[in-house]
């Protein structure tokens, strides 16, 4: 989608990477309208020219607010705290409400999800594409349930999902601050699937742009770097200048069960979307915003 082509798009959960996505729209020439509850991140888009409300999408206060001549919509939502019930009503019920006011318009094409690859479950190394066993706990049952949702709404438009690794980036360098503590949660052998959020801006934008002969549904996004735990951490406190942190066992406070141990591949999104990662590793993407 380009100025040129027509129609606006429509960001609901303008966070790290809704917000990303809609610069990146609005630097093209396109006509953006989002939906965020942080009123820093609407003052934020206001300022660079973007139309924007404050909202929970899970409403329906928002539907009558939206401009007429959209034909793409991209749902970035996050859970935003609230644990498992701010699961639901993010993802279950924001979709719901999302697809409601959607059946009232006409002239979408696209509904571009971002999703999560924490929907695999899969470990001992295994290669994972768009075909394998999805499952887990009861968080990555309420991102399959969104999907599902999406994928069939009998609409006139195509529906991406786009499952994206472990997003980091600019104020987003956890791991980095972990390293820094000297302790560090989970196992080293444990692979880390990452993806940069400007690279996964670019296949949300690549998903709106996808030609019309370009199927919809399950697209993953992760980079090329298929580096354990062990190794991303051993990088990233040589770069910081400290000594190798120790690893505690122990999963982050939001994991549910033992971290799975897979390599995401992202062939499908390479070959029928055109993306490519402008960060293939880790190292490519840390170097640009972690230092001594």
């Known amino acids: 989608m380009d100025a040129e082509s027509g129609g606006g798009v429509f960001i ?8 990303a996505v809609a610069l990146r729209l609005r630097a093209c020439g396109v006509r953006v309208t989002a939906l965020t509850r942080n009123p820093d991140t609407a003052a934020a888009l206001e300022t660079a ?30 859970a935003g705290g609230g644990g498992l ?9 924001g979709m719901q ?18 999703g999560s690859t924490s929907v695999y479950p899969l470990s001992g190394g295994a290669e994972i594409d768009e075909t394998a066993p999805v499952g887990g706990g009861e968080r990555a ?23 994206l690794a472990g997003i980091y980036g ?12 000297g302790a560090i949660s989970g196992r080293p052998e444990v692979h880390l699937n990452l993806i940069h959020r400007d690279d996964a801006a670019a296949g949300v934008v690549a998903a709106l742009r996808a ?3 370009i199927p919809g549904g399950i697209y993953n996004l992760a980079d090329d770097g298929a580096a354990t735990r062990g190794e991303v951490v051993a990088w990233l406190a040589s770069r910081l200048g400290v000594p ?17 141990d897979r390599v995401i591949q992202s062939r499908r999104a390479r070959e029928l979307l055109g993306w490519r990662p402008q960060y293939p590793d880790f190292r490519a993407g840390y170097a640009g915003f972690v230092s001594p």
């Open 12 to 19: 609901v959960g303008c966070g790290y990477v809704g917000q």
């Open 49 to 78: 020219g973007i139309s924007t409300m404050i909202a929970e999408l899970s409403g329906e206060a928002w539907h009558s607010r939206v401009p007429d001549g959209i034909a793409a919509v991209v749902n970035c939502v996050s």
């Open 85 to 93: 019930e701010g699961y639901r009503c993010s993802y279950v019920e």
């Open 97 to 114: 409400s999302l697809l409601r006011w959607a059946r009232t318009r006409t002239g979408i094409r696209t509904v571009v999800y971002t």
């Open 141 to 163: 049952q309420f991102l399959l349930q969104a999907e599902r949702l999406l994928l069939a709404e009998p609409g006139t438009f195509r529906a991406f999902v786009l499952r």
């Open 170 to 181: 600019p104020d987003r360098d956890h791991l980095a601050r972990q390293v820094r503590t």
């Open 211 to 213: 030609p019309p002969g």
């Open 244 to 260: 190798p942190p120790v690893f505690t066992g122990e999963e982050g406070p939001r994991r549910e069960g033992p971290a799975p």
